[in-house]
């Protein structure tokens, strides 16, 4: 079974930053592209972040291009986001997802990231 | 940046009912559509791939069409268990990008 658990949300201040960690199991994690997807409160879905299995190609959306930043480490199986000049607007269920052209087919649970002073 | 459209936002039918949501990209996606369902408080579920493809474990009365700008989910007998918020999702630019989703209730 494909579990995917985030973790590292929490309150943090306009300007602040946070780090965000998604724990994978149950595939092979270095072969498949990871994302970052995130809901703001009764808001849709928005694609933030992606990186393939080699971290050879990575991509962002424009509305956190040069605040954030998406790692991998293979070794253990996890996804990383580096979130830095956070803002009120990045409030917001951030998941992680697997996948990639053909669609994001596994999701974790998500964690709760609240920008506010 | 692709922009994804939803119609309608919202939407409320009976049980057994045909329910049809369109979904439109403001420029050609070939066939690289993907649906979601979402139920308050859980993760999105993924539904269908490639416009058409249903993912496994996906009940058969969820379909999917469409290509180029024009893709619609249909829902062919609507079940109580299918009340949830519907998102496609275009993965043709290496930006992906969602719709705003379709609100879906049961009468």
Redesign the interface.
Known sequence: EVQLVESGGGLVKPGGSLRLSCAVSGLTFSTYTMNWVRQAPGKGLEWVSSISGSSSYIYYADSVKGRFTISRDNARSSLYLQMNSLRAEDTAVYYCAEGGSYGLENWGQGTLVTVSS | ?IQMTQSPSSLSAFVGDRVTITCRASQSISS?L?W?Q?KPGK????L???ASNL?YGVPSRFSGSGSGTDFTLTISSLQPEDSATY?C?Q??S????????TKLEIK
């Open positions: 940046d690289d993907n979601y979402q993760a999105p579920t993924f269908i791939y490639g993912q998102f999702q993965s043709y290496t930006l992906y990008s969602f719709g705003q989703g």
